[in-house]
């Protein structure tokens, strides 16, 4: 079975004008088929997130009018925007709606679902987007949109900023994506506006970007980032709002949208394996956003000289939202037009500087978690995420039986870390101390060595007693094609100490079994407290007692004293293997660790209590 969502990077896609003509001609002839004699352009399989569709559509005719001039169009665009202001403008209160803050403000307002009172908390995001499609067609009006439709149409976008602003709670729903797009349909909107009306939007909007999203900002593996569904970061909202903060940028010119999008754009690189897998999200574990998030991470990639765009998108939206019939939908429409218009193409190689919360070079990546523990290692093309023991997630040390273990990867003090790069070697040296049940503080080295093609690495502690053994994660996805294929098991893997594939006791409603049918987000939603969509998937998963993992025993003839693990992913079994791990010669040598491809000193602390790390080409 495959991964429903990560379907290959991004930047796969073609962006060239011609490709996105040919998205267009698709469009136009699909819009100009569907448009009803009343002007209604929505899919008809459409039920929810409908209230700006039929706009989004005109929006995209209007630039495809601008493009062609096809003669067709300005009717259509006619047709369908005075639908739109007729039948889809509401400005009686939702019954149900919890959000306002001004009953009966008589202020218009899109709706998620056009039945009254049926779904009513999804109306502030649907009037965001419908601010957005309106902004884009006032943008497009000139020589297609007549006088009268572009004044009721400016009325009425003024009134969407003001219901968002002033009559209802401001991003009800913690979304950022939502909220930087609100941002941004007003910086758009002000564009519009005579000049003491479209100081004060903007101005409005610029203290709202600053009071109400970047103070909030959350702290992830040292980055703020704007707080998405309650976390840090979503991988199907994230890169949604990296393409808000790219047009914001884009609009107004402000220095504040290009920093913090070159901040989130840095944790998106260093978070993504070089595949563009990625797992973990405070609403969505495994689904990834598409066309919505290729003007960001187009955008910043650039910027921050980086190929983020190997994310891998969601390709039945690599262009467009589709309905349930697989045909066209005007959602995000607005996406589309601004990726269009952002002509610059893709940066695709990856970024050289070393990055505190990754270690990557060719097909190698290792991503860490805020506590420097990693949370996918890819290799081999075949990614492994943290295995859980005794409800603890993650790799490292564990003290005690494989099945009620603890495992030693929590900090109990300050991370140490070390960067080294030389003749085709990268290395990361993670220092940290932990605590265990026994109260006994230890300090564990972590050491990952990659050439590009295999990961080495080596941890070691303090002698540890009775059983342990090493958590080296839980095999997932391989790379098949353009799509991720799930596995159970990982033969490119080979240990010095014993090395076993372990799963869980059938049966057990709290434990994971890679060779079952359930992807991680799903078991993680089946654990959470509330239904899928609007709970936490990541917080279900915490409560997984036990999975599917790669154990490894400790390696013999360590230096008294000390326990090494020492671990190789991405070769075959067959290729020698061979760690040989002493102390230098002298007390100034430091911790020697010698395979066959390298030679790493782990040096005494210095100073200023930094552990040293030196790399050599050549080992063992």
Same mark, same amino acid.
């Given at each position: 079975m495959h991964l429903l969502h990560q379907r290959g990077p991004l930047h796969d896609l073609a962006d060239d004008p011609a490709a996105y003509d040919a998205v267009l001609t698709g469009v136009t002839e699909t819009a100009l088929a569907r448009l009803t004699p009343e002007g209604n352009l929505e899919n008809p399989s459409a039920g929810d997130d409908i209230g700006d569709t039929s $706009? +989004?559509? *005109?929006?995209?005719?209007?630039?495809?009018?601008?493009r062609t001039k096809d003669p067709r169009l300005p009717e259509a665009v006619h047709r369908s925007l005075r639908f739109h202001l007729r039948e889809r403008v509401f400005t009686e209160d939702n019954p149900g709606y919890p959000n306002l803050t001004a009953r009966d403000s008589g202020l218009p307002y899109a709706r998620y679902v056009l039945e009254p009172g049926a779904h009513p908390i999804g109306d502030w995001p649907s009037t965001v987007w419908a601010l957005l499609q309106a902004v884009n067609v006032l943008d497009a009006s000139d020589g297609l949109v007549d006088d009268g439709q572009y004044r009721e149409l400016l009325s009425v976008a003024g009134g969407?900023?003001?219901?968002?602003?002033? #009559?209802?709670?401001?991003?009800?729903?913690? &979304?950022?994506?939502? #909220?930087?797009?609100?941002?941004?349909?007003?910086?758009? $909107?002000?564009?519009?506006?005579? =000049?003491? %009306?479209?100081? !004060?939007?903007?101005a409005r909007a610029l203290r709202l970007y600053l009071d109400e999203i970047r103070d909030r900002r959350v702290r992830d593996r040292g980055a703020l980032l704007p707080p998405e569904h309650g976390g840090a970061y979503d991988n199907n909202y994230g890169p949604i709002s990296l393409s808000f903060l790219a047009q914001a940028h884009r609009v107004s010119g402000e220095d504040v949208f290009a920093q913090d999008g070159d901040t989130l754009a840095r944790y998106i690189d260093a978070r993504v394996c070089g595949s563009g897998f990625d797992i973990g999200g405070p609403r969505? =574990?495994?689904?990834? !956003?598409?066309? %919505? =998030?290729?003007? +960001?991470?187009?955008?910043?990639?650039?910027?921050?000289?980086?190929?983020?765009?190997?994310? #891998?998108?969601?390709?039945?939206?690599?262009?467009?939202?589709?309905?349930?019939?697989?045909?066209?939908?005007?959602?995000?429409?607005?996406?589309?037009?601004?990726?269009?218009?952002?002509?610059?193409?893709?940066? /695709?190689?990856? =970024?050289?500087?070393?990055?505190?919360?990754? $270690?990557? !070079?060719?097909?190698?990546?290792?991503?860490?978690?805020?506590?420097? *523990?990693?949370?996918?290692?890819?290799?081999?093309?075949?990614?492994?995420?943290?295995?859980?023991?005794?409800?603890?997630?993650?790799? +490292?040390?564990?003290?005690?039986?494989?099945?009620?273990?603890?495992l030693l990867c929590r900090p109990m003090g300050a991370v140490r870390v070390a960067d080294h790069r030389v003749g085709g070697?990268? &290395?990361?040296?993670?220092?940290?101390?932990?605590?265990?049940?026994?109260?006994?503080?230890?300090?564990?080295? !972590?050491?990952?060595?990659?050439?590009?093609?295999?990961l080495w690495m080596t941890v070691i502690v303090e002698r540890l007693p009775g059983e342990r053994y090493l958590l080296a994660g839980m095999?997932?996805?391989?790379?098949?094609?353009?799509?991720?294929?799930?596995?159970?098991?990982? @033969?490119?893997?080979?240990?010095?100490?014993e090395l076993r594939l372990t799963h869980p006791a059938a049966g057990s409603p709290d434990s994971f079994d890679a060779r079952g049918?359930?992807?991680?987000? %799903?078991?993680?939603?089946?654990?959470?407290?509330?239904? /899928?969509?609007?709970?936490?998937?990541?917080?279900?998963?915490?409560?997984?007692?036990?999975?599917?993992?790669?154990?490894?025993?400790?390696?013999?003839?360590? @230096? %008294?004293?000390?326990?090494?693990?020492?671990?190789?992913?991405?070769a075959v079994a067959a290729e020698p293997f061979d760690v040989v791990c002493e102390w230098g010669e002298s007390d100034g040598e430091g911790f020697v660790v010698r395979a066959g491809g390298f030679t790493a000193v782990l040096g005494v602390v210095g100073a200023d209590g930094e552990p040293g790390l030196t790399v050599a080409v050549g080992g063992s």
């Open positions: $706009l +989004g559509i *005109t929006s995209l005719l209007a630039l495809v009018w601008h969407y900023w003001r219901w968002l602003t002033e #009559a209802t709670v401001f991003n009800p729903q913690d &979304a950022a994506n939502q #909220a930087i797009g609100c941002v941004v349909g007003g910086l758009m $909107l002000a564009r519009h506006l005579p =000049s003491g %009306e479209s100081e !004060s939007v903007r969505y =574990s495994e689904q990834h !956003s598409a066309f %919505e =998030s290729v003007l +960001g991470l187009r955008y910043f990639g650039r910027r921050i000289g980086a190929d983020i765009g190997r994310y #891998a998108g969601d390709s039945r939206w690599a262009r467009h939202a589709v309905g349930a019939d697989r045909g066209v939908d005007g959602h995000f429409a607005f996406m589309l037009v601004w990726q269009i218009q952002d002509t610059p193409g893709w940066h /695709r190689s990856p =970024s050289t500087a070393p990055a505190c919360h990754q $270690l990557r !070079s060719g097909t190698v990546t290792v991503s860490f978690d805020d506590r420097m *523990t990693p949370s996918v290692i890819e290799a081999g093309g075949t990614a492994l995420i943290a295995a859980a023991v005794n409800r603890q997630h993650g790799f +490292g040390p564990v003290l005690g039986p494989a099945a009620d273990g603890f070697l990268a &290395a990361k040296l993670v220092t940290k101390p932990v605590v265990g049940r026994d109260h006994v503080l230890r300090h564990v080295r !972590s050491l990952y060595v990659t050439d590009g093609t295999r095999p997932y996805v391989a790379a098949d094609g353009d799509r991720f294929r799930r596995v159970a098991d990982f @033969p490119l893997v080979v240990a010095d100490g049918e359930l992807t991680q987000q %799903e078991a993680a939603f089946a654990l959470a407290a509330d239904p /899928r969509g609007y709970g936490d998937p990541d917080a279900g998963w915490r409560h997984v007692r036990t999975t599917s993992a790669l154990e490894v025993g400790p390696s013999t003839g360590a @230096p %008294e004293g000390l326990d090494v693990f020492a671990v190789r992913y991405g």
